[in-house]
């Protein structure tokens, strides 16, 4: 079967919409001569502005569905992949009048059983990014080993190679980027815990370390940096999307929590320690196998949300807690020595 016009709907999040891209790369080289769109939220629509695989964005706007639903059913879509597979994609889808529409299984009876009896059913564990393969399958469309990829232009590097010249890491300076939020408490190491590790790698690596987050983890990262007498910047808040990056590209390791910054320095490449408390592999959003160590342990009440929580349900948060600097040191060893 030939397909002239593909939608493929991946609204949120920043992860999600990063281990989307797989998929993305493998339908375009299934489907050279396609016109494929990509409908996505606006406040993430950065991530895939340079995309050489999508002919055009689809900004949705959630306050104002109507526009984007109109857009879809005009475009008249041969194909609509949907893996957002939300009420949300399908209010938007609602009356697309596409040819075919395919979706991919989330196993959320499965994931319901391991969080609120730990009732383990996930007999095959299979990243996120290789379900949305379901969606294709009957196409023998498959993934390939290239991971995931987000673009950045050069006016977007520029700009960090100028902040970070600014802050004395010139052009070669091999540097460390520690990321410790999270979009969801529960999921962040301790702020002692980074504290710690950044003194330590400053110490035997003699890196700079250069503290990376969102709008929101400003006061943690600085918190943690005035700590930090020597050779420690703060950038979290500083930097967009596509700058975070072409930041990313440029960092020898990065370590993170369970977050989109993890997602986003495995696109450039990067390697990743990354520390996992409340979430767990069988989720499918653990960190691509190649360069990249989790950090995690072993405690009864694991896992105890999917996306994780601002509270930890047991009052102890030991998921984290329990996470030594001198492990999370030692993992780095693998990509620094």
């Known amino acids: 079967m030939e397909f002239k016009k593909i939608l493929i709907v991946r609204l949120s999040s920043m992860g999600d919409i990063i281990l989307s891209t797989p998929l993305l790369r493998a339908i375009k080289q299934a489907y050279p001569k396609a016109i494929i769109d990509f409908a996505i939220k606006k406040e993430f629509a950065l991530l895939m502005k340079y995309n050489p695989q999508i002919n055009e964005l689809i900004m949705v706007d959630t306050e104002d569905m109507e526009t984007s639903r109109k857009k879809i059913r005009d475009a008249k879509y041969d194909w609509i992949i949907d893996i957002q597979k939300s009420s949300r994609a399908s209010q938007l889808l609602s009356g697309a009048g596409a040819g075919l529409m395919t979706t991919y299984h989330k196993d959320r009876f499965n994931r319901f059983l391991l969080i609120n009896f730990k009732w383990n059913r996930f007999t095959n564990i299979k990243p996120v990014y290789k379900r949305y393969f379901e969606a294709v ?26 902040m970070l010249q600014q802050y004395g890491l010139g052009s070669g300076i091999p540097f460390v980027t520690l ?56 950038l979290a808040g500083k930097l967009n999307l596509l700058e975070s990056a072409a930041l990313l590209k440029k960092t020898k390791l990065a370590v993170t929590n369970d977050s989109g910054l993890m997602h986003l320095a495995q696109s450039q490449k990067t390697p990743v320690v990354a520390i996992y408390g409340p979430t767990v592999r069988e989720f499918g959003f653990y960190p691509l196998e190649k360069q990249s160590t989790v950090i995690e342990t072993t405690i009864s009440c694991r896992p105890c949300s999917k996306m994780g929580s601002n509270v930890c349900p047991k009052g102890h948060h030991k998921c984290m807690k329990d996470i030594s600097v001198e492990k999370v040191f030692e993992a780095t060893h693998n990509y620094l020595s």
Do not use: M
């Open 179 to 234: 990321c410790p939020g999270a979009k969801h408490a529960t999921k962040e190491w301790t702020k002692d815990g980074y504290t710690e590790l950044a003194k330590r790698l400053i110490e035997k690596y003699h890196c700079p370390i250069v503290l990376l987050g969102g709008p929101g983890d400003e006061k943690r990262c600085e918190e943690i940096r005035s700590d930090i007498p020597i050779n420690c910047i703060n």
């Open 137 to 162: 399958e009957k196409f023998n469309i498959e993934a390939d080993a290239e991971g995931t990829e987000i673009f950045f232009s050069a006016e977007e590097e520029k700009s960090v190679d100028q």
